[in-house]
């Protein structure tokens, strides 16, 4: 399960880094979102991508939700 790695990989707690860069357009009936900002543990930090569109009935779907490690390889976390 990708969350149980991301907690094994960077240790807990996770935190979320102050800067947050990207586009979000949220209208009533669709939207697009794509972010980066970083998340430090106590072991490691990384880099999360993310990639997100709203429907029409206001339902936001992950496209693309990446963590990158300093040392590691990705970890997909889309699909949860």
Request: glycine share 10%; net charge negative.
């Amino acid at each position: 399960f990708p969350v149980t790695i991301i907690a094994e990989v960077l240790g807990e707690p996770i935190k979320m880094g102050w800067a947050v860069t990207g586009e979000l357009e949220d209208l009533p009936d669709q939207g697009t979102a794509r972010m980066e900002f970083s998340v430090r543990g106590s072991h490691e930090h990384a880099k999360v991508k993310l990639r997100a569109e709203k429907g029409p009935t206001g339902t936001w779907r992950y496209l693309l939700l990446e963590v990158k490690p300093s040392r590691g390889a990705e970890i997909s976390c889309a699909d949860l």
